[in-house]
């Protein structure tokens, strides 16, 4: 038997007392009396059980087995138990309670239980539940159990049911069943052998609601691990607890995380949330703070809503989503405030467009026309006059079909942009690809990058060499089966041709079919400027493992006006066509510091400026707004390190794969899928182990087992059907994800991973000495764009060249000592192949990114309630020494005059070069002083415009000239210098209001 150390008999009785009578328990007697002499009903009980718990109990959720059953949800929780139902939030909790109390031969007597987590995963699970019995017989018949000797200074004597449970029958009618090691723990509690030493979560039992029908307490990491920071997630929080009433059959109650930063967290969350909260058909309520229970940690309290116990996924999508918004949304929240050219670096959309998405007119996919060098002249002269300083010209195979050595050519992209980032509409982008100096990127001159030498765009767009371009007019779109392009550039108001074409929309059914190389996606990775700047970009399989199309060039027919005409041959080379939309990630002006860019010390200054200015952040910030919305999805970025931890894949050839799709219980429209993983090998299906850890995570380790689908799309997927994780983690299935064994690490040249939960055993290792290195196939790599959970929920990533071609090292033997899963009837008995990585892996997510329940947006202005007054106003902002931010303004608004304060709603029109925005304020002023406060309720239309104004924040609001001698017309003006930065210096702004009285 393993040592365990247990508390004290004087702690453990303090924390009785404090379940007994904490506010959120049933304090209806005495507990002192009760933890000793016994008592009746479910307080009484959890009394009872409390007083058993070892001292590394790291978890415990409680069922009143007695009330859920005698309601009308009686049926249901009989299912749950058996492991049958919908998908309830608790599923694994229930269905581990039923498997325990198997051992009895009557589980009705169960009228309480407790399922216990220990810190140290191989106890399994402990159920310890109340069955009131006098002696084993009258719960176990002898012909259910076997003697399994005694344990304790009272030689209790321990059995082993037909399950294989070991169990334990106490004093007072409780019964311990779980794994050896936790039964003979709980038993040396209850006879007294402790040595000293105090519990981690034992101070935390007082949040136990001795009145829910469920309720629990959950360490998480940072109750464990003293070097987890709080930061303005749930990731500092210590402990996870929750009530909920079902009897009813239809659950609700509360979730509350124990966290220092409760009050920030509950106040930036709400903020966020506002659309769900505010308003007569609110959704959800707000979140509110409890006291603590133990060590000053505030309570981040979150309602739940009623949700069937045999619950749907329709049912619970609602409670799922606010779980999106706790976690995935607040971390998307806290990585995006630190955005900045010192912090995180910034995750921004770049769609490119195609007929796919089915917007309304469609839009073509992306073109690449391609033009080869008229000679080596022309590219020595090219390099000289059109390259920065150390850049030289990189062969490069863009297509599957071009010389594996690479090939020197000048490229135009013509697509359309969407997305809502700092790139929109019709652009014109020229290329050529090339070796940067060593240490102007990562992988400088490794790999060959793309170099833009010249883009013109239909709308304003971020740009490193000049900041932000002027809108030209710029267009690209279908005209009947031909699609066209203008490009022209305006030169002092006057519009000048730069290109045009018309090609014949490839037909799919005859064109011939081209394949682009993953060469030319990792080019993307650190796509560089002339002045040496680059964006660092992040991409998935749209980009290389589509098929496309040539064009047919004898029916194109272009008008090239540029200055790069002077270097080509005047022959197309080739054209090829995506018909699939692109999707990207960017970081736009990732390497400010870099001694290798070619600007002034000024312009750098400038460059950092316009990156620091809020639009990247706050284009970020938008993102998150609309993932509260239930409209987008907000990024976040991690990293793998694959350090002393390297992500290990290990796959078992499915034998049987319509007994394993059965198993597995696939999502509708959803079928396995063969694949081939590694260059080379065959095509069969497979089921994966994935082990691997994400830097700071709060799971620590992760294993998830999955294999590979098609959900009718045609492109692979992955379903994971298990997720293990070593501590706490949250995923979206069960919400919160009880932690297994899961060890896994390189010690000594030596990979070994240990996997142990109630369902699954497994154990691996091999030398990393002898490894050979191998690629992994591109459908492989596109399998992990998606991975989807079991209720059909899925993560989206985004990789570069750390995860798309780098090889991957596989060990020349692997012994697997335990493989126990409930697939394993499903498949070889051994992996066939195994692999592992030490190379960094950086990502950026969408996490849950198909989880969307769409709220109502609040509304930002009109119906004042009470209103008196309607205003209107013009206005106007003109830049001093740069016209970029120039702008007209349009005022609408209410307002309510009370006394001598003017209380308003302003909805801001805003016209300029990045197009119509609408900035929605509220406020008030005095009317006597003109003195008061507004905040921005929303800003509405491009990213880059509203990107720098934040929802919610507040300031001080000055009516300058009030004149309020007219009470049915009054009239203030506000003129103010704007700072625009160092990019684009200061502004004047100056606006006029009346307020009408009527209207």
């Not at 328990?25 to 933890?35: I, K, L, P, V």
């Amino acid at each position: 038997m393993r040592a365990h150390v247990l508390v004290t008999r004087a702690v453990r009785f303090a924390a009785v007392v404090a379940l007994a009578c904490s506010p959120l328990a049933a304090c209806t007697d005495d507990g002192a009396d009760d933890a000793t002499s016994g008592g009746s009903g479910h307080a009484a009980a959890l009394r009872r059980i409390a007083a058993v718990l070892p001292a590394d109990t790291r978890g415990v959720f409680t069922l009143d087995l007695a009330a859920l059953r005698s309601g009308p949800s009686a049926v249901t929780v009989a299912d749950l138990l058996a492991g049958d139902g919908g998908e309830p939030l608790f599923a694994e909790q229930f269905e581990t309670v039923g498997d325990l109390a198997a051992a009895v031969g009557e589980p009705d007597r169960i009228t309480s239980a407790a399922l216990v987590h220990t810190t140290d995963a191989t106890d399994g699970v402990l159920l310890v539940a109340e069955v009131g019995a006098a002696g084993l017989d009258e719960v176990v018949a002898p012909s259910d159990r076997k003697a399994a000797g005694t344990h304790g200074p009272k030689d209790r004597p321990l059995y082993r049911d037909s399950g294989g449970h070991h169990l334990a029958l106490l004093p007072g009618g409780l019964l311990v069943v779980g794994e050896p090691a936790a039964v003979e723990s709980v038993v040396d509690v209850a006879d007294g052998a402790e040595p000293e030493g105090e519990s981690a979560i034992e101070p935390f039992l007082a949040a136990l609601d001795a009145d829910a029908d469920l309720s629990f307490v959950y360490g998480l990491r940072a109750l464990f691990d003293g070097d987890v920071e709080p930061d303005r997630t749930l990731r500092g929080a210590a402990v996870a607890s929750g009530s909920l009433e079902a009897a009813d059959g239809d659950p609700g109650g509360s979730l509350a995380f124990h966290t220092s930063n409760a009050s920030e967290f509950v106040e930036a969350y709400n903020a966020l949330n506002r659309h769900a909260t505010a308003g007569e058909d609110a959704t959800e309520e707000p979140l509110t703070i409890a006291d603590p229970v133990a060590q000053e940690l505030g309570q981040v309290v979150v309602p739940l809503p009623p949700t069937p116990l045999d619950a749907s996924s329709d049912d619970t999508v609602v409670v799922r989503n606010i779980a999106k918004k706790l976690f995935v949304g607040m971390e998307a929240h806290d990585y995006t405030e630190d955005v900045s050219s010192t912090g995180n670096a910034p995750l921004i959309d770049l769609i490119i467009r195609s007929e796919a998405d089915q917007d309304t007119p469609p839009s073509p996919g992306a073109v690449f026309f391609r033009w080869e060098f008229r000679d080596q002249a022309a590219m020595e002269a090219f390099t000289q006059n059109e390259l920065p300083p150390g850049f030289q010209l990189a062969p490069t195979q863009f297509l599957e079909s071009d010389d594996p050595d690479g090939e020197y050519f000048l490229a135009l992209m013509l697509y359309n942009a969407g997305g809502g980032s700092i790139v929109e509409g019709a652009r014109a982008e020229w290329d050529v690809f090339v070796s940067p100096p060593k240490g102007a990127d990562p992988d400088a001159p490794n790999r060959p990058r793309y170099l833009i030498i010249q883009n013109l765009s239909e709308e304003v767009s971020g740009d490193p060499t000049t900041l932000l371009t002027t809108a030209n007019p710029v267009s690209y779109e279908f005209d009947g089966d031909r699609v066209v392009s203008d490009v022209r550039k305006l030169e002092g108001g006057v519009e000048v041709p730069v290109f045009s074409s018309s090609f014949p929309k490839p037909d799919p059914a005859t064109a011939e079919v081209t394949r682009w190389t993953p060469e030319m996606a990792i080019a993307n990775d650190y796509m560089h400027w002339p002045n040496g700047v680059y964006d660092h970009i992040v991409y998935n399989a749209t980009t290389y493992n589509w098929d496309g199309y040539f064009v047919d060039a004898a029916q194109t027919t272009i008008v090239d006006n540029t200055r790069w005409t002077q270097y080509l041959k005047p022959t197309l080379k080739d054209a090829t066509y995506y018909v699939n939309t692109l999707e990207y990630v960017a970081s736009p002006l990732a390497n400010l510091d870099s001694p290798f860019l070619e600007v002034t010390p000024q312009e750098r200054e400038d460059l950092k400026a316009f990156k620091d200015n809020g639009h990247q952040r706050g284009i970020m910030r938008q993102e998150v707004e609309d993932l509260f919305m239930g409209t987008d999805d907000a990024y976040v970025g991690f990293r793998v390190a694959n350090g002393s931890t390297p992500s290990t894949s290990y796959s078992f050839e499915v034998t049987d794969p319509e007994g394993l799709a059965e198993a597995v219980d696939l999502p509708e429209g959803t079928t396995l899928a063969p694949t081939t993983i590694l260059e080379g090998g065959e095509e069969r299906y497979y089921l994966t182990l994935s082990v691997y850890e994400v830097e700071d995570a709060i799971e620590g380790t992760r294993a998830e087992w999955s294999t590979y689908v098609d959900d009718g799309s045609g492109r692979p997927h992955q379903q994971v059907l298990d997720l293990m994780t070593a501590e706490v983690g949250i995923d979206p299935v069960g919400i919160l994800n009880l932690p297994s064994e899961v060890r896994h690490g390189l010690d000594d040249g030596v990979v070994h991973t240990r996997l142990w939960s109630p369902s699954i055993s497994f154990e691996a290792s091999f030398e990393t000495a002898g490894t050979a290195d191998t690629d992994v196939t591109l459908d492989w790599v596109e399998s992990g764009d998606d991975v989807c959970y079991a209720n059909g929920v899925c993560d989206r990533l985004y990789y570069d060249a750390g995860t798309l071609d780098t090889p991957v090292h596989r060990p020349a033997k692997v012994t697997v000592d335990r493989f126990s899963t409930p697939w394993t009837s499903f498949v070889a008995s051994a992996p066939s192949i195994v692999f592992y990585r030490d190379n960094e892996q950086q990502y950026a997510a969408k996490r849950w990114h198909n989880l969307e329940v769409e709220v109502e947006a609040e509304e930002v202005s009109g119906d004042l309630e009470g209103r008196t007054h309607t205003i209107e106003g013009r206005g106007t902002l003109v830049g001093r020494t740069s016209q970029v931010a120039d702008s007209d303004y349009a005022y609408t608004g209410e307002a309510r005059v009370e006394g001598d304060e003017l209380t308003f709603t302003i909805d801001q029109r805003v016209d300029n070069a990045l197009g119509t925005s609408h900035i929605y304020t509220r406020g008030t002023f005095d009317l006597t002083t003109g003195e008061g406060t507004q905040t921005v309720v929303d800003c509405r239309g491009p990213a880059l415009m509203c990107s720098d104004i934040e929802a919610g924040s507040e300031a001080p609001y000055t009516a300058q000239d009030l004149d309020s001698s007219d009470p049915d017309a009054i009239t203030w003006k506000v003129d103010v210098a704007v700072d625009l930065g160092s990019s684009f210096g200061t502004a004047d702004s100056a606006s006029t209001f009346t307020a009408t009285r009527g209207g």
